[in-house]
């Protein structure tokens, strides 16, 4: 089970490589930029860039650390 410990460490390496996050519920996000997610002690924010700006959010979501199944890394874009 992945811990918000393990997250902080993804999400502070750097180079930072971008994510795919997929839940119990068989959704899966992108992360493809480290400012676009931000570590809870029990859950993760994620932000949903903008079409304009990748590093804007349009969106956040909520997920659940607990429902989080795994995490997969991306290629570099």
């Known amino acids: 089970m992945l811990r918000s ?4 460490k993804l999400v502070a390496a750097r180079p930072f490589t971008p994510i ?5 519920d ?3 996000y ?4 480290p400012e676009m997610i931000l570590v ?3 859950a993760l924010h994620l932000g949903v860039p903008s079409e304009r700006h990748s590093h ?6 909520r997920l659940a650390i607990l429902h989080i199944a795994r995490v ?6």
Request: charged fraction near 30%.
């Open 40 to 42: 809870g002690r029990r």
């Open 5 to 8: 410990e393990d997250f902080a």
């Open 26 to 28: 068989g959704a899966s």
């Open 30 to 33: 992108e992360v493809r930029h």
């Open 20 to 24: 795919r996050i997929h839940t119990t």
């Open 72 to 77: 997969e890394e991306l290629a570099q874009a």
């Open 56 to 61: 804007v959010a349009q969106d956040i979501h």
